[in-house]
């Protein structure tokens, strides 16, 4: 489906012209005429003009019927959270205390630091590094 193609549909049901759409939502008619042609997309804010210009909630544009598509029951994805260590918490805290001693350490020191936790980090004898 075109919004575009939509757009014309619900104006057009609703026996309205692009000039009615116009002075409702203070959008030029040549833009409405680009939008509906397919030669513009909107941005959703304009979208938001429009669904009121036409009096229909937002997801009408994109959705045929009274109401919504039910959401598929998707697995749960990871947040960012679940992904990221050090991103927020006692682990952010932590990170964050480390940066700023870092920052004031000299750099052949903030070297051999790294040399020393990348081995700390590399598996031997079998373990890994979450063991």
Known sequence: MIIGDRLRDMREQKKLSQGDIEKRTGLFRCY??????????????TLEKLARALEVPL???????????????????????????????????????????LAKTEEADRKLLLHMAQKM???????????
């Not at 409405?32 to 804010?45: D, M, Y």
């Not at 992904?83 to 205390?97: E, M, P, T, V």
Request: aromatic share 8%; proline share 9%; no cysteine.
């Open 59 to 101: 997801y009408q544009l994109f959705y045929d019927g009274e109401e919504p598509p039910k959401l598929p029951n998707l697995p749960r994805r990871k947040s960012s959270e679940d992904i990221a260590w050090g991103s927020s918490g006692k682990n952010g805290r932590f990170l964050n205390k480390l940066r700023r001693l």
């Open 121 to 131: 980090a590399r598996p031997r004898n079998g373990r890994t590094a979450s063991n």
């Open 32 to 45: 409405i005429s680009r939008v509906e042609n397919g030669h513009t997309v909107p941005a959703i804010e």
